[in-house]
Every structure is written in structure tokens, then in C-alpha cells.
């Protein structure tokens, strides 16, 4: 795709689609249409390299191949074996084929795949008598399928490796939240370097680890190494290097201040291990504390917390948890903006205080909300008050 500009596709989490858009344009991506779980954008092959080393809410970046029509898994086979898959693949190559199916043709998304890895095989055994290999992780090359009612499309995934994956992690790390949803999170609560941020319960710390990034203006994938289109025959690796320098060049020095903490202290321990990785001059402590106990700084600034939501609690447990988290916050920090996580609508509401902005977004599968309260002295009433004198 080194020629022209393509139109190509990147997908996200629900919920943040308009943070992708804008992110897009940014990064000086053409023609931006934001659609339901991604936008479409048009570049040339420097662009593609750029978002997939600097997105910080997308998960794959798609280079539809071809289109077209099949109402069976055998018209889809015929239509993958007319298709000039040696262009792209090598016998020795490894591929997997991600599906996603919505259509009354196809049940099973699993066997529409196998259907379409049978077309490649066959292809590549009459022309050559021999056929790439499959291997789930790690492939050669990604090919995405999606059929949607008798539509279909297949695109190469230049991104290979979901791009939520950003390097940084510690193995086995607990209980980690989606990095493009921590982003996201990060982005809607309004957040800037300039002021502090809390993070309580910070589990291994996604939210600490994507604020601190964000901060230094580091790209999103910078710890990563592997992407599908590092595998290409249209490798231009000059390129690559050019932007992952532009990038780097980019960065910012300015110091911003972060103050997280766990009960529990492998979560400690992990989130220490990660941002060690990050050679910045920022004011960042992560300390084991019990966010009920602990007595917070006092300077004003954004708290964003990811509370359980209360799968392995009674609900008198988890109510009674989340008033005294609103009871907290209330308490000991006033003046800040707070935001909170959770799928738990009914525990929500036990916080007591009334957002002034909320979002609906997706923890895996959990549908949840995320809101952002005001944190002020006595009432609202009283609050305008003093304001408006």
C-alpha cells in the first residue's frame, strides 16, 4: 500500500469511538469516519505505520483486501479461492484468520474461518503442492473475515498483535484493565499533567501506567516490538524507523505528579515493576494503603478509581462499600473531580452524589458506567451559592 492512499480501518472498544476519531486526525489521518467500534481513515503506508505505534484507543488497524458476496460457507469458499493469496503469503508463511460474523448464512464463526483457511490451503497446494501453515499466536500474517448478512470482507491486520498489548505489563499481572479502556478513561475525565491524579486501587496498574505515557507524550506502543506488518514482502523498514524517531522527538519532559496506592501488594509490587520502564523525572508513588484508612494529599486535582463491581459480595456488602466510598471522597477530597467505574448500576447509586457527566463503556464484557462527580463542601445548593457571590 506503499503507493496510494487506502481506505483503511481501525477497531476500538465501545464507548470509545470519538476519542478514536479525534486521535486520528491528529496523527494526520485523512477523510476520519467514526463508525460503531471504529473509524475509517484514508493514508498511505507511512500513516499506517504511525497509528499502529501511536493509537492509544485502537485495537487492530485493517487493510481490506477484497469484497464480496456469499449466502454459504461454500460460495465462501469459492470466493477465497479465486483470490491471488500467494501475493501476500509464502508457503513457508504462518497465518491465522480472526472472523466476525453477523448473518443468518453463517452460525458459527469458528467454521466460517476454517472455511476460508480451507480456500488458502487448496490454492497454494494446486499452484505450488504445498500450503502455509497455521499458528494462532504470533502468525506471519493476520487475515480479519467479517460477513455481515451476505457481505464479505477480508483485510490484512497490519497490527497482528492486539494493540491494547502495549509491552509494558509484568507477566501474570492481576486483574489488568483493558489499556485502550484505561486511556479512554483518562481522556473522558477531563485529566491534564498539570494537575495531580489519584489513582486508588490501582490493581497492577493500567490506569497509573497510561497517564504517565500520556504525560510524557510517549506513544502507546513504545515498549512493543512485533507487528504484523513487520512480517510483509512490502516491508520499508527506513520508514518505521522514521517514525518511531519522530515520535520519540516528540516527547515531553514536564514533570506531573501521580499518587496511587493498593490494599494489596502484589498490585503494589506490579505497578512499581512496570513503571520502571519509564525513565521520566515524574512525581509517581504507589504506595499499599487501604483507600478507606488512608488519609489522602491534600491538593486539589482528578481522582479515577475502578472499584470491584461486586461479583463475589452480597449486595448489602456491596452497597454499604460503595456509600462509603462516596463518603470518602466527599471527606478527603474536596475541590477534586472524581471519577468511577462500574457495571454495578444499583452499588452506583449508593456513592450519592450526582454526575455531571457520564459515559457507557465495556470492562471486557461488562457493560459499565463511567461518571465523574464534583467534590465540594455541604450541598449543591450551597455550592452555586458561594460561586455565584
Request: proline share 5%; with cysteine; glycine share 8%.
Amino acid at each position: 500500500m506503499k503507493e496510494d492512499n487506502k481506505r483503511l480501518y481501525v477497531t476500538t472498544l465501545a464507548g470509545l469511538e470519538p476519542l478514536l476519531g479525534k486521535e486520528l486526525e491528529e496523527l494526520g489521518m485523512e477523510d476520519v469516519e467514526v463508525s460503531t467500534r471504529g473509524a475509517y481513515f484514508s493514508t498511505d503506508y507511512r500513516g499506517m505505520v504511525r497509528v499502529n505505534l501511536a493509537s492509544r484507543y485502537g485495537i487492530r488497524v485493517l487493510i481490506p483486501w477484497f469484497k464480496g458476496k456469499a449466502n454459504s460457507t461454500d460460495e465462501l469458499y469459492k470466493l477465497g479461492l479465486q483470490q491471488p493469496w500467494e501475493k501476500i503469503l509464502g508457503t513457508r508463511s504462518t497465518m491465522a484468520i480472526d472472523a466476525v460474523v453477523n448473518s443468518d448464512h453463517f452460525q458459527h464463526s469458528h467454521f466460517t474461518a476454517l472455511r476460508l483457511k480451507d480456500a488458502i490451503a487448496d490454492r497454494f497446494r494446486r499452484k505450488t503442492g504445498k500450503r502455509p501453515s497455521v499458528k494462532l499466536e504470533n502468525p506471519d500474517i493476520r487475515i480479519h473475515l467479517r460477513v455481515s448478512g451476505d457481505s464479505v470482507t477480508i483485510s490484512l491486520d497490519s497490527s497482528g498483535d492486539s494493540l491494547h498489548r502495549r509491552g509494558y505489563r509484568p507477566k501474570g499481572a492481576m486483574a489488568p484493565l483493558n489499556e485502550c479502556l484505561a486511556a479512554g478513561m483518562l481522556a473522558y475525565s477531563g485529566w491534564k499533567p498539570n494537575e495531580p491524579l489519584y489513582v486508588p486501587m490501582c490493581g497492577s496498574g493500567t490506569l497509573v501506567m497510561e497517564a504517565a505515557m500520556m504525560a510524557a507524550n510517549l506513544p502507546s506502543q513504545w515498549f512493543r516490538l512485533n507487528y504484523g506488518f513487520l512480517n510483509w514482502n512490502n516491508l520499508d523498514q527506513q520508514i518505521v524507523e522514521e517514525e518511531r524517531l519522530k515520535l520519540w522527538q516528540n516527547r515531553s519532559k514536564e514533570k506531573v505528579r501521580i499518587v496511587a496506592s493498593d490494599i494489596d501488594y502484589k498490585a503494589v509490587k506490579q505497578t512499581n515493576e512496570a513503571l520502571s520502564k519509564i525513565a521520566w523525572p515524574h512525581d509517581i508513588s504507589v504506595e499499599e494503603h487501604d483507600f478507606m484508612k488512608h488519609q489522602p494529599p491534600g491538593e486539589p486535582g482528578v481522582v479515577v478509581l475502578n472499584p470491584p463491581y461486586g461479583e463475589r459480595l452480597q449486595p448489602d456488602d456491596i452497597h454499604r462499600f460503595y456509600g462509603e466510598i462516596g463518603s470518602k471522597l466527599k471527606h478527603d477530597f474536596t475541590g477534586c473531580r472524581a471519577w468511577v467505574i462500574s457495571s454495578n448500576l444499583e452499588a452506583y447509586h449508593h456513592i450519592g452524589f450526582k454526575p455531571y457527566e457520564k459515559h457507557k463503556l465495556f470492562n471486557g464484557r461488562l457493560e459499565c458506567v463511567y461518571a465523574g462527580f464534583e467534590l465540594y463542601e455541604g450541598s449543591k445548593k450551597k455550592q452555586k451559592a458561594s460561586t455565584a457571590e
